[in-house]
C-alpha cells in the first residue's frame, strides 16, 4: 500500500469524507459497525422497497437471482453472513470499509476476491442522490451480481491486470472500464431483444435506471474494450453513453486477452473520447 491509513485518514478528514477512516486496518478494512439506528433501518427498507419496484422489472436476470441466492434485503446485511453464502457461490466475500479507499487497497482487495463496502448508510433527506457510495450503492447495487460466476471472474481479473495498470499511468482508463461496466453497464443478449441493467450504480438509483433502460434520449453503444477505456465520464450528471453487452463472457474474454500496458502506453495520454459522440 502506497499510503498510510493515518495519512488516508487525515486526507478524508480534510475532503469532508464521512466515514470513520481512523479505525481502518492496515488494507483500510473496518469491522462492519452493529449501532444502526431505527433511522437506518427505515431508510434500508425504504430503499429497498422502492428500487425493488424497478429492478424486478429492469435488471438482467443475474443480478436478481444473486439478490434472491443472498437473502438480501429484509433487513441491514450482516456482512459475515453473506460473505458465508458469497464464498460457497464463487468465492466472493466482502468486507467493511469506511467508505472509498486508495485505489491500490481497492484493486489488491479485488484481486483476492474482497469487494469493499461501505458500513454506513445514507440519511433519510439524501434518499434520492448522495455523492459518495453508502452501503445501500455498495451492497444493493454492487453484491448480488458477484454471484454470477462470469462476471465474478471479471472482476477478480479486474483487480489483477488493472491494479498493474493503474502502476504504469492507466488508472484513468482502468477507471472509465469499471464506471461502463461495474457502474453503468447494460446487457442486451444475443437473441433477446430486450434491455437490462447490471450496473451498480443504476441497480442503486431510482432516476437513472429507468432513463439508462427505457428512454429514448439513453445514448446505446456496443461494448468494445478499447473504446471504453477511451471514453471520458462524469459522475454527476446522467451518463452520456451506456454500453451494452452482449454477456459476461464478451466482458471477461475481452479484458483477459487485452493488453493493457500496450492499451495504456498507446492511448493514456490522448484526448479522450466524448461519450455523446462514441
Ligand atoms: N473504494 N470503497 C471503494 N469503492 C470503490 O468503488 C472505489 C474505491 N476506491 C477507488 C475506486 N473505487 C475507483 O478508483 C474505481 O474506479 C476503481
Ligand atoms: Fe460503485
Known sequence: ?????????????????????????????????????????????????????????????????GVEALGLLEQIPDFHKVSERLRGMTGWEIVAVPGLIPIDAFFDHLANRRFPVTNWLRSKKELDYIVEPDMFHDFFGHVPILTQPVFADFMQLYGLKGGEAVKIGGEQMVSRLYWYTAEFGLMRESGAPVLKAFGAGLMSSFTELQFAVTSPDAHHVPFDLGTVMRTSY???????AYFVLPSFDTLRDAFSKADMPGLVARWKDAEPLDPAAV
Open 1 to 65: 500500500m502506497s499510503i498510510t491509513v493515518e495519512a488516508y485518514a487525515r486526507e478524508c478528514a480534510e475532503q469532508g469524507l464521512r466515514g470513520d477512516y481512523a479505525a481502518c486496518q492496515a488494507d483500510f478494512t473496518v469491522e462492519q459497525s452493529h449501532d444502526y439506528t431505527d433511522e437506518d433501518r427505515e431508510v434500508w427498507h425504504i430503499l429497498c422497497d422502492r428500487q425493488t419496484k424497478l429492478t424486478s422489472k429492469l435488471a438482467h436476470h443475474s443480478y436478481l437471482d
Open 234 to 240: 462524469e459522475i454527476d450528471k446522467f451518463q452520456r
